[in-house]
């Protein structure tokens, strides 16, 4: 293969695949009291993946920002392309950046731009090519990222897997040496998961890229990394290939990978299948709090649910699966009342919301709880006040009554030590717990549950499984959950329904879907399994 030149550096030679791109040594970094780098050491080897895994507010992202000197250490050395960056000033950095771009999180496009120009703004700002020049290479790149037909779209119109393919091709349209990416399949269905997977090793391959990887999908960790490193107690722990890590002895690695083992990773054999017609085994005998029958919906042309037939049992955890986009989120608001129906109707805890007023529609969404993916507390709140806000805002109460209520809901929700202190002094767990707390203080009948465990490390996702089933048993709750993460989903289901491109192709326990003929549920449960 030819050597690829760095379209904004044009005249740096590569970098030599016998040497290490980046080297941190003994780096350490505090913020105020908080030590977040204690003693670091990690070097990343030119051309191969390394993907660096840890707990949230381990460092992660910390380390990433070490890497292209956004973020300079206390005390040690980082060296990237050879040089101390804190020894050479802001300048000489934003030279070094030139050779290194990043994949964010959150796709980082810029709204107002088409795709085509989002992809090339990196080289229209920074170099001398011409407009026909930068098109050619966009469009290459979108035709080997399977998205030729999003050219001229804007990314509001793109679904979550396009936005990432647009930010990868972003990313490698200046033939950068090293791609930085920061938790990149994050909120994406398991099928688009290993697509995205692919297409970050295809393009390793055929740019000749550097890559480092933010991730706490283990599943996709194993497919990509050459190296894995474990970040904990401020410090490298363990640093190897997949298997050596997995049976690194050091406590934190063993408690990591404990909770990391994940149904992607021990397919059964594939099973193939037919049409879209709703798998249904055994009828389930456990009285109904929810009923969806022949549940159309369309927004204008776009027909979104085709004809859903779903029951919700009472004082179990049902989880709704799919991919971006099959309509989990437009069946959930059906079933609490925010959407009506095209055709079909939709029964909750006994009343047919087509019957209702909107101030009796009000009453029985009053009885539905829901804990978002941020779990949206008010930061400007104490814990004690948000978790507070439904009553007094909401049921107009105050006092003691209140008072009361808050005590012993914090109490059972393991947060009443922290009822003084606000959001942004507490940990993501207790977040999530506080944001429970508030939706259980008014008592509801059922708890929705918006993609619980996205963006979590396993350890935290467990703890947020077990919250869970926990709050369902203790409060004798009906727990509807949207979820895409299936090691997740088969830990607290009791019943899994499955939606695809609008219709409801199963619906079962976990067992049951497990054994379902249709090749695309089994398809998606061990996506990515070899």
Request: glycine content about 8%; charged content about 25%; some cysteine.
């Amino acid at each position: 293969m030819a050597e690829r030149r760095n379209l904004l550096m044009p005249d740096v030679p590569r970098w030599p695949s016998d040497q290490p791109v980046i080297e941190l040594i003994d780096v350490h970094k505090a913020f105020g009291d908080q030590v977040v780098l204690d003693g670091l050491s990690l070097s990343i080897k030119t051309g191969e993946t390394t993907v660096v895994a840890g707990q949230s507010a381990s460092g992660k992202s910390v380390l990433l920002r070490m890497m292209n000197g956004l973020t300079l250490p206390d005390r040690g050395t980082v060296r990237l392309f050879g040089e101390d960056l804190a020894r050479i000033n802001e300048r000489a950095r934003t030279q070094l950046r030139k050779r290194i771009t990043m994949v964010f999180q959150n796709y980082a496009l810029i709204d107002s731009m088409t795709v085509a120009q989002n992809i090339g703004f990196p080289l229209q700002q920074n170099t001398k090519l011409s407009k026909p020049e930068i098109l050619k290479l966009v469009q290459d790149l979108l035709e080997m990222l399977e998205l030729p037909e999003a050219i001229d779209r804007m990314p509001s119109d793109l679904s979550g897997g396009m936005k990432k393919r647009v930010a990868l091709a972003r990313a490698v349209v200046s033939n950068p040496e090293v791609v930085l990416f920061d938790e990149p399949t994050t909120g994406l269905d398991p099928v688009m998961i290993e697509f995205v997977d692919e297409l970050i090793r295809r393009t390793q391959q055929e740019f000749a890229i550097t890559s480092v990887i933010i991730s706490h999908d283990m599943a996709s960790n194993q497919r990509l990394a050459n190296t894995l490193a474990i970040l904990a107690e401020g410090r490298i722990v363990a640093s190897g290939d997949f298997d050596a890590v997995c049976a690194d002895p050091h406590p934190a690695v063993q408690a990591f990978m404990a909770n990391a083992v994940t149904e992607r990773l021990e397919r059964e054999a594939p099973i193939e299948g037919g049409e879209p017609v709703a798998w249904q085994p055994a009828p389930d005998p456990t009285p109904a709090v929810a009923e969806v029958t022949g549940l159309h919906k369309r927004f204008g042309p776009n027909h979104v649910l085709k004809g859903i037939d779903l029951t919700i049992p009472k004082d179990r955890i049902t989880v709704v699966i799919g991919g971006s986009g099959s309509g989990k989120s437009v069946l959930i608001k059906h079933i609490i009342g925010l959407f009506t129906p095209t055709e079909g109707k939709v029964v909750t805890l006994g009343e047919d919301w087509a019957t209702l007023n909107s101030r009796e529609q009000q009453r029985l969404r009053g009885q539905i709880g829901m804990l978002f993916q941020g779990a949206a507390l008010f930061d400007s709140m104490t814990v004690r006040e948000n978790i507070a806000f439904p009553l007094a805002e909401g049921q107009r109460l105050k006092g003691r009554t209140v008072r009361e209520q808050v005590e012993a809901i914090a109490e059972q929700t393991r947060v009443k030590d922290i009822l003084d202190r606000f959001p942004a002094d507490v940990s993501n767990g207790e977040r999530k717990r506080v944001g429970l707390a508030r939706a259980l203080i008014t008592r509801p009948k059922i708890m929705i549950y918006d993609e619980p465990t996205t963006g979590q490390d396993p350890i935290m996702m467990r703890r947020v499984d077990d919250m869970i089933v926990e709050a369902s048993e203790t409060f004798d709750i009906t727990s509807i959950v949207i979820s895409h993460d299936m090691l997740s989903t088969f830990r607290i289901a009791d019943k899994i329904a499955m939606i695809y491109k609008g219709h409801l192709v199963a619906a079962g326990t976990p067992d049951e879907l497990r054994g379902c003929p249709d090749e695309r549920v089994q398809q998606f449960i061990y996506a990515g399994s070899s």
